[in-house]
């Protein structure tokens, strides 16, 4: 087809656009650049589908009589947010891509606080004295984890087993320090302390670079997992300058392959939780107290990277065989990483938390420094604690969310379905949603669906305009249904989502 040369005289000059009176407003509110930008980038499509034959005359014609309106949508897009709020309705907690652990409202004001003044993030107050900045939280996890943890747990008065890690070749042992190593809250316990760095990778690194740099470190086979965004457990080990010497097959490994396995250079003993996966059938794994006994015949410290890390009994909303943070202090291991806006319901945060000794190491690590997180982080971790410490769960988010009965879900489900017109067919059904986030992941609660389908548009297309709507909404599709588990939309939301149905079924 011939190319008409002179559609493109008809396009007019930047300086043109720029003098309309609706453009003129726009670059008093917005700024001449971001105005002549959005000129330029309009006028750039209208050439290149010229250019392609996509317009005849008619349609340059038709294409500027709008040509204002393509340059305000054009601005507006421009100086959108990338970042932007979504409606979660995919029935998963804690949604990896979709930013895991909303925060409370009392954090967010804390954060709001914290970010709009000056703040004591290293001051010492009562001294004057520079502080350290993860005082502010060291002492809420001392108080969980320590001070009141056999109270709270409900098992006062367990016996605790003598154990401790001392020096293979002297009173001390090289890690600064040793003694008896007992369960937190026990009489004569060591002090258990906590740092905090910017996600459970880098405590994962920062714990293996202090405690076993040069030297050993034992793990299973079954336990070097790929986690999201193709990063692999080996490799961010591998970084600490530890050498991994892995015991066992992918499903059976015994705790006589990680004895096999001790020579003079094993630094450290590792477990790492399955947090994203599950191995069943032909399977063997030894038990958290085998590995502590082996770490104390030898003398070695035991870490365990637990991931997604509970400072609540998951099992009050019927998950079971989750391990908790107490759970494995309790058995006796010496350093637990995990995250902070997995379970724990907080912001993005690596956590350590272990014996103090050891964790004071870290924190004179060098890379702490790299790694430490910022006073907006300590300001929404801080108050997500101070919940936990009250035992007002239901102010966590998440917990709230696992909460969530499935009548109250059902009900709310049953109203939003009846706002909904003939075009959508909207049905109930029994589901389950999932915690998600690399975190219990056999784990399932009850929940009701509300699928939704359209005689003139398919699941997917349904879901793209959901995903195109403002706000967002994000679902499932499965069985050529688009499903909404309302157990992640916030109560508050619901009106909101009820409207986008309402311009998707008027639409359809």
Known sequence: MQLDTNLYRQLPAVNDLLRD?????????????????????????????????????????????GIVVAIGNELRQSLRYSLRPLINATGVVLHTNLGRAPLSAAALEHVRETASSYSNLELDLESGERGK????????????LTEDAELRSGRAGTPVPPQSILARDGPTDELGGAGVVAR????????????????????????????????????????????????????VMGKSGATLREVGTTNRTRISDYEQAINERTKLLLRVHRSNFEITGFTEQPSISELVALAQRHKLPLMEDLGSGALFDLRAVGINDEPGVLDSLRAGVH????????????????????????????????????????????????????????????????????????????????????KLGKSFTAGLMDGESLVGGGSAPSAVLPTTLIALTCKNLSADQIAARLRGSDPPVIARVEDGRVLLDLRTVFPEQDDGLSKILARLHAKA
């Not at 650049?33 to 309009?42: E, F, I, Q, S, Y």
């Not at 007002?392 to 969530?404: I, S």
């Open 21 to 65: 009176p609706a453009l003129v407003s726009w670059i008093s509110a917005e700024g001449q650049a971001a105005v002549t930008d959005a000129c330029r980038n309009v006028l750039s499509r209208l050439r290149e589908e010229i250019a392609s034959g996509q317009l005849d005359g008619h349609a340059v014609e038709l294409a500027l009589s």
């Open 133 to 144: 900045r993860d005082g502010h939280v060291d002492r809420l996890f001392r108080k969980l």
């Open 184 to 235: 937190p809250g026990a009489p004569n316990s060591p002090a258990v302390s906590t740092i905090v760095v910017n996600n459970n990778a880098a405590a994962v690194l920062l714990a293996l670079n202090t405690l076993a740099e040069g030297g050993e470190v034992i793990v299973s086979r079954g336990e070097l997992v790929e986690i999201g965004g193709s990063f692999r457990i080996p490799d």
């Open 335 to 418: 350093a637990v990483t995990y995250s902070g806006d997995k379970l724990l319901g907080g912001p993005q945060a690596g956590l350590i938390s272990g014996r103090e000794d050891l964790v004071k190491k870290m924190r004179g690590n060098s890379l702490f420094r790299a790694l430490r997180v910022d006073k907006l982080t300590y300001a929404a971790l801080e108050t997500t604690l101070l919940a936990y410490v009250k035992r007002d769960y239901g102010a966590v988010p998440v917990l709230r969310m696992m909460e969530l009965p499935k009548a109250e879900i059902a009900r709310r489900a049953v109203g939003m379905v009846a």
